[in-house]
């Protein structure tokens, strides 16, 4: 079983660096020294860690909202290592899985007022 959210943060990326953009605004810090960071353009990024038995996945890449704003899109996903559940556990499982994922992108977005939700 799996639980998805995508959240939208809107860039002008002609005027905000997409990786300045990630360490001023959320608490994921990405520090290169390969290329200077002004010449980034695109991102796609995904960090797992292990939760609970659960993995849970971060990832962000550029996108757009309804193909009018660009910007970063935040997946979180928890994906169960149980393959079958009964009813109640389902209900369990989603209600648990909510709370780590809403937990976990409030400790990302430091309160950010740039997020929509993408239905």
């Known amino acids: 079983m799996t639980l998805t959210y ?6 002008d990326f002609d005027k905000v660096n997409i ?3 990630i360490n001023d605004h959320l608490k994921i810090n990405i520090n290169q ?3 200077d ?3 980034t353009k695109d991102i796609n990024l995904t960090i797992s860690y292990v939760i609970d038995e659960n993995k849970l996945n971060l990832n962000l ?4 909202l309804n193909n009018q704003k660009n910007g970063i899109i935040l997946q979180t996903k928890l994906i169960s ?3 079958i559940f009964s ?3 389902q209900r369990e499982w989603l209600n648990t899985a ?14 950010n007022r740039m997020v929509h939700k993408i239905n």
Not at 61 to 64: R, W
Not at 104 to 109: C, P, Q, S, V
């Open 19 to 21: 990786i300045n953009f």
């Open 33 to 35: 020294d390969i290329i």
């Open 87 to 89: 009813l109640k556990e």
């Open 98 to 111: 909510h709370e780590i994922c809403s937990d976990i992108f409030k400790k990302i977005t430091r309160e």
């Open 61 to 64: 890449k550029n996108g757009s």
């Open 81 to 83: 290592s149980k393959k």
């Open 6 to 11: 995508l959240d939208f943060f809107e860039i």
């Open 37 to 39: 960071n002004n010449k």
